[in-house]
């Protein structure tokens, strides 16, 4: 039988494999990338814990200009006059070293097609309305200010449908001023006016715990994502001792009367009930929790300031803000406390904004006010934010939350 023979062009190429499985019998195959971190997306409904970073190369560009037509004059630190900040971005723990992404203004429209977000609450939550509605112009050049239904502030976006607005309501429950001459005409004779002006009180303002401010008592159906807060106005700063809040249920004086801190877990207690009965089931509703103040060497009618470029360290929140220590700004912890509370049990989720917030001292608009003797007449703003800043972490984590939300076809 003849030898089958191959060509020398057949046989090199076996060689060749023959003499590599000689010389590397155990080389080991090539291994996979290491898994990457999950986007944070969804995650972002638990974004409380993390760190500021510097914001990763190449940053993205600004989302808007402090010629937004929806910014506020006492906000918009760069035109009247502050250095920029630092690019930062909050890398929440649970994302893996991921920084929060930046909201996609257009993308964002798009899911939201044909909706309705509102904000109800104090300036705080302005702040945040403020900076989503610039973010949100960023990608609709007709977007135009929208003020029916009684909100304060809005925005609406014609390329999408969308509406976004604001309504203050600083206390959420319905309250009215009482001077101490109508007082009077209710409650006492005018001969003894006299004599029941000795303890000092010049007048009261009625607090009615179980019917919402005008503001939003209406709008509870119009909307298909509702962000809730109070807590700043709960304060003697607000309602001091000549001038207290006195609390009403059913049409009548709460006995024994209500200090404003029980007052305020009365509240929330209240409105939260009312949430749950009368916003449908369908519609996001979140609770958004306190963002602190950065006053030091006094309260803001007391030469308080906030005038800083960094941030605090993790082991000084502590002294910042602990009520423990008894400082100025201890009130964001204690009211986040009794939100806690006055919640539990309820199906209304936080949008956790605290924690990442203490760190930034740095963020105030301070003595950059816009307006001239503005810190004369009202000392720093050590309470709100500049924005562009921090405000718009907040927008990007609010934004993931409400797409999670619209994705599942909740919304």
Not at 146 to 156: C, E, S, V
Not at 158 to 176: G, S
Request: hydrophobic letters at 40%.
């Amino acid at each position: 039988m003849p030898r089958l023979r191959l060509p020398l062009v057949l046989l090199l190429p076996i060689a060749l494999t023959l003499l590599l499985f000689l010389l590397f019998p155990s080389s080991p195959r090539p291994r996979s990338p290491p898994p990457q971190p999950l986007p944070c997306g969804a995650a972002l409904s638990d974004a409380a814990d993390g760190r500021w970073v510097p914001t990763p190369s190449p940053a993205p560009p600004p989302l808007y200009s402090p010629s937004c037509p929806f910014h506020r004059n006492a906000w918009n630190c760069l035109r009247n006059g502050r250095p920029q900040l630092p690019a930062l971005s909050w890398a929440p723990t649970r994302c893996g070293g991921a920084v929060v992404p930046r909201i996609d203004a257009a993308g964002f429209l798009a899911a939201a097609r044909g909706r309705r977000i509102g904000l109800v609450g104090d300036s705080l939550s302005e702040n945040l309305v403020v900076a989503l509605l610039c973010a949100l112009r960023s990608a609709d050049d007709g977007a135009r200010k929208w003020k029916r239904r009684g909100a304060w502030r809005g925005g609406y976006f014609p390329k999408e449908d969308v509406v976004v607005a604001y309504h203050r309501a600083v206390l959420l429950a319905k309250y009215t001023s009482l001077t101490w001459w109508l007082m009077m005409q209710r409650w006492h004779p005018v001969e003894n006016s006299e004599e029941d002006r000795k303890d000092g009180i010049k007048g009261t303002y009625r607090v009615d715990v179980d019917i919402p401010a005008n503001d939003w008592i209406n709008v509870t159906k119009f909307y298909d994502v509702l962000i809730f807060n109070t807590g700043h106005w709960w304060d003697r700063y607000k309602f001091p001792k000549d001038t207290p809040l006195v609390f009403y249920k059913g049409g009548k004086p709460i006995e024994p009367p209500l200090d404003i801190h029980s007052g305020l877990k009365v509240v929330l207690k209240s409105i939260a009930s009312y949430i749950e009965r009368e916003v449908p089931r369908k519609t996001l509703k979140l609770w958004r929790t306190q963002s602190p103040r950065h006053f030091y060497g006094g309260e803001w009618d007391h030469n308080g300031s906030c005038v800083s470029d960094r941030l605090l360290e993790e082991h000084e929140l502590n002294s910042w803000f602990d009520p423990r220590f008894g400082g100025v700004n201890k009130e964001a912890r204690m009211v986040n406390l009794a939100i806690q509370e006055a919640l539990a049990g309820s199906e209304i989720p936080f949008l956790n904004l605290t924690y990442m917030s203490e760190f930034r001292a740095d963020a105030h608009p301070a003595i950059w006010l816009g307006k001239k003797d503005a810190v004369a007449v009202y000392g720093q703003d050590c309470m709100h934010w500049c924005l562009p800043g921090v405000p718009d972490t907040w927008v990007d984590i609010l934004a993931a939350q409400i797409l999670h939300h619209f994705k599942q076809g909740k919304g």
